[in-house]
């Protein structure tokens, strides 16, 4: 044997000529990793509300904390030769969300750690929008045609917009959201 990580060790399976990932067809596989992704992203933008107006939601930011934690993670269970942007991307996304969680979870928003939850999940959320904007313009065909590369001015306008707009949710949510942390039980 070699020293390479064979396809099955990831759980991908060729099945009558398909490639199976997790038991799930290549493209209901994908299916779950964009309603993921959704939900990560719609949940976020619930749970930055609640941070501009110092409210909780308890359970949103679980669902929003889930749903990025396993949108990530089943990006890199899709078959891959080299390391790609998306994987760059997703590599950062669990890095935060290693610092976002336990300052959630662990420290409770104490101190510090109030900030550094808020900034996070922020960064987490803005990082979940900037590749669905990068898949909107590769899958929606009238985006293609406006920027077919990605180099083109209408996508490098779009992420500088969503750039733009997080920039400023994290500013203020970081500055509005200063609620007692919680006590442990």
């Not at 933008?45 to 909780?56: A, D, H, I, Q």
């Not at 996508?155 to 750039?163: D, I, K, N, P, Y």
């Amino acid at each position: 044997m070699n020293n390479c990580i064979s396809l099955s060790a990831l759980d991908i399976l060729f099945t009558k000529g398909r490639i199976m990932i997790l038991g799930m067809t290549t493209s209901t596989f994908t299916l779950v990793h964009v309603l993921l992704s959704l939900a990560g992203i719609g949940s976020g933008l619930v749970v930055v509300c609640g941070l501009l107006t110092e409210k909780r939601l308890d359970g949103w930011t679980a669902i929003f904390l889930v749903t990025t934690v396993l949108t990530s993670a089943t990006g890199f269970l899709f078959p891959f030769h080299q390391l790609l942007p998306s994987h760059k991307v997703g590599i950062l996304s669990l890095v935060v969300l290693a610092i976002v969680i336990p300052a959630r979870y662990l420290f409770h928003l104490a101190g510090a750690w109030r900030r550094i939850y808020v900034i996070g999940a922020l960064v987490a959320l803005y990082l979940n929008v900037f590749v669905a904007v990068v898949q909107a313009f590769l899958k929606v065909p009238a985006l293609k045609a406006l920027a077919p590369t990605q180099q083109e001015p209408p996508f490098l306008v779009a992420q500088l917009v969503v750039l733009v707009v997080f920039a400023g949710l994290t500013i203020l949510a970081a500055k509005r959201f200063h609620i007692e942390p919680a006590r442990a039980a």
